[in-house]
């Protein structure tokens, strides 16, 4: 069977307090991790976030252990500070293992932290293909090349460029071409968009649909929505060579991607 226990969200009274009781929290959930490993004695123990769930995992001395960074734990937090850098260099070089979902971050890790390429595996994130795949049912396709919509999932941060679709949005209507935008996601920017959106008179345009909570059912619900429409497919990615789930996720085969590294 399988034993779920999520031992980032215990002891949530403690962890949502001020600096030093988060340093109380890290001590409980080191000890809740323990005795979870004491008590099933696993084949392994597989890591994902580096500077969480990856840390824990190495302050146990557990073997074998096998990490999975996600990306921007690799990508982005060793430059936060010479602290978060030398975090992440301990619990990439105890790892037995890598696993990863892009070459960037597999030549990363390569590079800055002195691992071999034999031991760090690329695999990337599949999709249930009975629930995305591609539609033949479809009486609204045509080749209308003045009407078209964009869906973009990444979270609302700078690092994402998502001011920039906007900008396009705008040119593009002002071109006289029916673009439509659906934002999925929120974040410290989505003000900031939404601000735009309201000056640029681009509110017939975009849509924010806000942050998805519950990915198989709302994606499911997602993906019959698509198939429906016969809209195209637009996917902004970021600054990063991701091999992202959500790309993945709102496209049908039969569509296209666009990544963009704004």
């Known amino acids: ?28 959930v080191f000890i809740f991790l ?8 696993p084949d392994l123990l597989h890591g994902g976030w580096v500077t969480i769930s990856g840390f824990f995992s190495f302050l146990t001395r557990y073997k074998p252990f096998v990490l999975m960074p996600w990306g921007c734990d690799i990508l982005r937090i060793p430059d936060k500070s010479v602290i978060h850098e030398l975090v992440v260099k301990k619990v990439v070089s105890s790892a037995d293992w890598i696993t990863c979902d892009a070459e960037s971050l597999r030549t990363k890790i390569h590079t800055m932290f002195n691992r071999e390429f034999d031991n760090i595996t690329v695999f990337p994130w599949g999709i249930d293909l009975s629930i995305f795949n591609p539609s033949n049912e479809n009486p609204n396709r045509d080749n209308n090349r ?8 990444r979270s609302h941060e700078p690092l994402y460029g998502i001011i920039t679709l906007l900008e396009a949005i705008r040119q593009i ?27 640029k008179r681009l509110t017939d345009n975009v849509q924010f649909l806000g942050r998805v909570e519950n990915i198989f059912t709302d994606f499911q619900e997602f993906s019959r929505n698509l198939k429906k429409n016969g809209r195209k497919i637009s996917f902004n990615a970021g600054n990063h060579s991701r091999r992202t789930l959500s790309l993945i996720h709102i496209s049908e085969p039969t569509r296209p991607r666009l990544i963009s590294y704004a």
């Open 173 to 199: 209507k002002s071109e006289g071409i029916n673009v439509e935008l659906i934002l999925v996601g929120s974040g410290s920017e989505t003000e900031d968009y939404k601000k735009f959106v309201s000056d």
């Open 1 to 28: 069977g399988v034993y779920y226990h999520e031992f980032c969200n215990q002891f949530p009274k403690i962890a949502h307090r001020p600096f030093l009781f988060r340093w109380l929290w890290a001590l409980f």
């Open 146 to 153: 003045k009407s078209f919509s964009i869906i973009c999932t």
């Open 34 to 41: 323990k005795k979870i490993l004491k008590v099933y004695k």
